[in-house]
Protein backbone atom coordinates (compact mmCIF):
# COMPACT_ATOMS: atom_id res chain seq x y z
CA UNK A 1 0.00 0.00 0.00
CA UNK A 2 1.23 3.47 -0.56
CA UNK A 3 0.84 6.46 1.52
CA UNK A 4 1.06 10.08 -0.62
CA UNK A 5 1.63 12.90 1.35
CA UNK A 6 1.11 16.53 0.15
CA UNK A 7 2.80 19.64 1.10
CA UNK A 8 3.23 23.28 -0.04
CA UNK A 9 -0.18 25.00 -0.42
CA UNK A 10 -1.07 28.14 0.71
CA UNK A 11 -2.52 31.60 0.38
CA UNK A 12 -1.22 33.45 -3.15
CA UNK A 13 -2.05 36.61 -4.76
CA UNK A 14 -3.06 36.47 -8.37
CA UNK A 15 -0.29 36.05 -10.48
CA UNK A 16 1.77 34.00 -7.69
CA UNK A 17 3.36 31.30 -8.07
CA UNK A 18 3.43 28.08 -5.84
CA UNK A 19 5.11 24.71 -5.83
CA UNK A 20 3.26 21.68 -4.49
CA UNK A 21 5.00 18.71 -3.36
CA UNK A 22 4.37 15.11 -2.50
CA UNK A 23 6.10 12.15 -1.29
CA UNK A 24 4.91 8.86 -1.11
CA UNK A 25 6.14 6.17 1.40
CA UNK A 26 4.98 2.27 1.59
CA UNK A 27 5.36 0.15 -1.52
CA UNK A 28 6.98 2.43 -3.75
CA UNK A 29 7.89 -0.38 -6.05
CA UNK A 30 4.56 -0.48 -7.22
CA UNK A 31 3.83 3.16 -8.34
CA UNK A 32 3.56 3.40 -11.79
CA UNK A 33 2.33 6.79 -12.21
CA UNK A 34 1.88 9.99 -9.94
CA UNK A 35 -0.80 12.66 -10.60
CA UNK A 36 -2.67 15.91 -9.14
CA UNK A 37 -6.42 16.34 -8.69
CA UNK A 38 -8.13 19.47 -7.03
CA UNK A 39 -11.16 19.84 -5.73
CA UNK A 40 -13.45 22.77 -5.02
CA UNK A 41 -16.28 21.99 -2.77
CA UNK A 42 -19.43 21.67 -3.99
CA UNK A 43 -17.87 20.28 -7.66
CA UNK A 44 -16.53 16.85 -8.56
CA UNK A 45 -12.24 16.14 -8.23
CA UNK A 46 -10.68 17.60 -11.33
CA UNK A 47 -7.80 15.73 -12.57
CA UNK A 48 -4.87 18.04 -13.33
CA UNK A 49 -1.62 15.94 -14.44
CA UNK A 50 -0.19 12.96 -14.26
CA UNK A 51 3.34 11.78 -14.84
CA UNK A 52 4.16 8.43 -15.35
CA UNK A 53 7.59 5.92 -14.30
CA UNK A 54 8.67 6.70 -18.10
CA UNK A 55 8.21 10.31 -17.36
CA UNK A 56 5.09 10.79 -20.09
CA UNK A 57 3.27 13.64 -19.24
CA UNK A 58 -0.15 14.77 -19.54
CA UNK A 59 -1.66 17.87 -18.37
CA UNK A 60 -5.48 18.94 -18.30
CA UNK A 61 -6.11 21.64 -20.75
CA UNK A 62 -7.23 24.00 -18.12
CA UNK A 63 -3.89 24.59 -16.86
CA UNK A 64 -1.72 23.76 -19.65
CA UNK A 65 1.11 26.14 -20.19
CA UNK A 66 1.00 27.14 -16.17
CA UNK A 67 1.27 23.79 -14.44
CA UNK A 68 4.37 22.02 -14.25
CA UNK A 69 4.51 18.27 -12.75
CA UNK A 70 7.86 16.84 -12.46
CA UNK A 71 9.54 14.31 -10.37
CA UNK A 72 12.29 14.14 -7.88
CA UNK A 73 15.03 13.15 -7.52
CA UNK A 74 13.10 9.63 -5.91
CA UNK A 75 10.52 7.90 -7.52
CA UNK A 76 8.33 8.34 -4.92
CA UNK A 77 8.36 12.45 -4.78
CA UNK A 78 6.93 14.53 -7.54
CA UNK A 79 6.54 18.32 -7.79
CA UNK A 80 3.44 20.42 -9.52
CA UNK A 81 4.87 24.42 -10.01
CA UNK A 82 1.48 26.47 -10.74
CA UNK A 83 2.64 29.59 -12.24
CA UNK A 84 0.24 32.52 -12.53
CA UNK A 85 -2.45 31.69 -10.39
CA UNK A 86 -5.50 32.57 -11.24
CA UNK A 87 -8.86 32.70 -8.45
CA UNK A 88 -10.55 29.60 -10.33
CA UNK A 89 -7.14 27.60 -9.24
CA UNK A 90 -8.08 27.93 -5.43
CA UNK A 91 -8.89 24.42 -4.67
CA UNK A 92 -7.87 21.63 -2.16
CA UNK A 93 -4.73 19.57 -4.29
CA UNK A 94 -4.53 16.11 -3.80
CA UNK A 95 -1.30 13.54 -4.85
CA UNK A 96 -2.41 10.73 -6.25
CA UNK A 97 -0.37 7.62 -7.29
CA UNK A 98 -1.02 4.50 -9.62
CA UNK A 99 -0.41 1.17 -9.52
CA UNK A 100 0.12 -0.76 -12.62
CA UNK A 101 -2.94 -2.50 -12.17
CA UNK A 102 -4.62 1.31 -12.17
CA UNK A 103 -5.51 1.18 -8.15
CA UNK A 104 -5.08 4.99 -7.03
CA UNK A 105 -3.57 5.79 -3.36
CA UNK A 106 -4.77 9.50 -2.31
CA UNK A 107 -3.25 11.73 0.08
CA UNK A 108 -5.09 14.31 2.49
CA UNK A 109 -4.32 17.42 0.47
CA UNK A 110 -3.31 20.36 0.23
CA UNK A 111 -4.86 24.06 -0.05
CA UNK A 112 -4.36 26.78 -2.06
CA UNK A 113 -6.32 29.39 -1.98
CA UNK A 114 -5.69 32.36 -4.37
CA UNK A 115 -6.80 36.12 -3.41
CA UNK A 116 -5.65 39.69 -3.28
Known amino acids: QVQPVESGGGLVQPGGSLRLSCVASGDIASINAMGWHRQVPGKQREWVATITSFESIYYADSVKGRFTISRGNVKNTVYLQINNLKPEDAAVYYC??????????WGQGTQVAVSS
Open 96 to 105: CTIDPYGRQS
